[in-house]
């Protein structure tokens, strides 16, 4: 090559190849926005509707991502009658700090009342302890992977594509879903699960209205009760037993469960679990419900006020103040252990 082509190609790349490079990065980077936080360069794949993303607190999406991993990892594909594959789910669920760290005291789970109806309180819904929404209910799910992020006002709403478990043994089921075909379809069919994190708080999470009319479904047919003896002779359904919720060594369990037997038979004298059952006659929403251990947990406390205010059972408590003092003991006993047994777990 000559000198004067080699210095002809030198003058090419530096007067003009050069500056095009450098105002096209110039540009790319303008493009970028204002404030390159975690959220917006590390999710943009998962975040959907960016321009709203402003409005929310981009920690909110951070903990999205976190969460939605911990599901996905937790509770993989596996045969959807698989209850070992079920209790490993329901155990890391439970035992996740990410989620323990994130859930408040008092969390909500329902059916969404339609597609783009995403404020927990539009849709019916029941009170949970955060510890047995994770342990029972959300373990009845198979989580396939690809979320979504969408932000809704304030709210960060992580889609999570799901499979139900819906050939698990009835006593593996929270309760029998089945005794509303709504409620049951609504489980079995549902594309996704919704979860709702405003403020650094996963407050809820809802089954999508979006259905899947092709899923294989299983036909169950309830038979009036709530709760029943297995072939074993065992107190069903299994999972709503305290030694279904706990650890095998938490050491409050057994009196725990004494303090629930002899509350809940005062309860059903007084009525409470007549009006505090899934079939909710009174359109309770949120609904609480008293008729199982692991439910009844949920307001303790609350319960116990209620009592004492004598504003519950409706209209005006419980009258004879013998049998109400009965009632406040029982209660403040059962408060008392559910605190304990929750506290050695780890809760809050
Ligand atoms: C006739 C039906 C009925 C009976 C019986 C009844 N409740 Fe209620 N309860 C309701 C309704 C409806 C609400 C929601 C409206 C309200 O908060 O007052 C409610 C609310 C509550 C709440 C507040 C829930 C929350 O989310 O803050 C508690 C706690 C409660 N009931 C406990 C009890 C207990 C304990 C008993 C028995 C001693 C009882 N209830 C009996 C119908 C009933």
Redesign the pocket.
């Given at each position: 090559m000559s000198k004067r082509l080699l210095s002809i190609l030198l003058y090419l790349i530096a007067g003009i190849f050069l500056p095009v490079v450098i105002i096209w990065g110039f540009s790319a980077i303008k493009s970028l926005p204002p404030s390159p936080s975690v959220a917006s360069s590390q999710s943009s794949s998962l975040v959907t509707q960016p321009e709203i993303a402003t409005k929310v607190s981009n920690s909110d999406v951070v903990l999205a991502e976190k969460i939605a991993k911990v599901f996905i990892s937790a509770c993989p594909i596996a045969e959807s009658g698989d209850n070992i594959a079920r209790e490993q789910c329901a155990e890391k669920l439970a035992k996740n700090q990410i989620l323990r760290d994130s859930m408040p005291n008092?969390v909500r789970w329902g059916g969404q009342k339609e597609l783009d109806h995403f404020n927990l309180s539009e849709s019916k819904t029941t009170?949970f302890n955060p510890l047995v929404l994770r342990r029972l209910y959300l373990s009845t799910y198979m989580f396939i992977g690809e979320p979504k992020i969408q932000q809704v006002n304030n709210l960060t709403v992580v889609h999570l594509p799901v499979k139900f478990r819906n050939q698990l043994d009835s006593g593996f089921f929270p309760y029998p879903f089945w005794h509303s075909e709504k409620k049951w379809d609504s489980y079995q069919k549902t594309t996704e699960i919704l979860l709702m994190i405003e403020n650094g708080r996963l407050k809820g999470a809802l089954r999508s209205a979006q259905k899947d009319q092709s899923r294989q479904v299983s036909m169950r047919e309830w038979d009036g009760k709530w709760e029943w003896k297995g072939n074993d002779d065992a107190q069903n359904p299994k999972v709503s037993l305290y030694t279904s919720l706990f650890s095998a060594n938490n050491p409050h369990v057994v009196a725990l469960d004494e303090s629930y037997r002899a509350f809940e038979i005062?309860?059903r004298e007084?009525?409470?679990?007549?009006?505090?059952n899934p079939s909710n006659?009174?359109?309770?929403n949120?609904l609480?419900l008293?008729n199982y251990p692991n439910q009844a947990l949920t307001?303790r406390h609350?319960?116990?006020?209620?009592?004492k205010a004598k504003?519950?059972?409706?209209p005006k408590?419980?009258t004879d103040d013998q049998e109400l003092n009965t009632?406040i003991q029982l209660?403040s006993a059962f408060a008392e252990m559910g605190d304990k047994a929750l506290a050695y777990e780890g809760e809050k």
């Open positions: 008092e009170t005062k309860m007084h009525s409470c679990t007549v009006c505090h006659t009174q359109e309770m949120p609480l008293l307001l609350k319960t116990l006020d209620r009592i504003t519950m059972p409706p408590g419980i009632m209660a």
